[in-house]
């Protein structure tokens, strides 16, 4: 069976691609931005507010622990929030495209 030769250029240039492109680009690179300033909030607001971050807020716990422990969920908010995301816009486009392209 011959392999049938696809034309890369041709479809980075295609206007459904383009626009997939500049869509997932601009979400992670958002998503990106604000997930690494809230990491730095941590040290930098430990290191300018050491006594805000030592408030004791459950027995032994204090705020900083709670802030340190809210990126793991901040980190799994935007992973859920970017499949949610990906299944709605993303993939619908991609699925356009391939339509389109008839590569399916």
């Given at each position: 069976?011959?392999?049938?030769?696809?034309?890369?250029?041709?479809i980075?240039?295609n206007p459904?691609?383009?626009?997939?492109h500049?869509?997932?680009?601009?979400?992670?690179?958002?998503?990106?931005?604000?997930s690494?300033?809230?990491?730095?909030?941590?040290?930098?607001g430990a290191g300018?507010a050491?006594?805000?971050?030592?408030?004791?807020?459950?027995?032994?716990?204090?705020?900083?622990?709670?802030?340190a422990?809210?990126?793991?969920l901040?980190?799994?908010?935007i992973?859920?929030?970017?499949?949610?995301w990906a299944?709605?816009?993303?993939?619908?486009?991609?699925?356009?495209?391939?339509?389109?392209?008839?590569?399916?």
């Amino acid at each position: 069976m011959a392999q049938q030769q696809t034309d890369w250029a041709a479809i980075a240039r295609n206007p459904k691609f383009v626009e997939l492109h500049r869509r997932k680009s601009a979400f992670l690179f958002g998503w990106w931005i604000a997930s690494t300033i809230y990491y730095f909030l941590l040290p930098i607001g430990a290191g300018a507010a050491p006594g805000l971050w030592s408030v004791k807020v459950i027995g032994h716990i204090n705020f900083g622990y709670l802030f340190a422990l809210s990126q793991f969920l901040v980190s799994w908010a935007i992973a859920l929030y970017y499949s949610a995301w990906a299944n709605n816009v993303s993939d619908r486009l991609t699925n356009e495209l391939l339509d389109e392209l008839k590569l399916r």
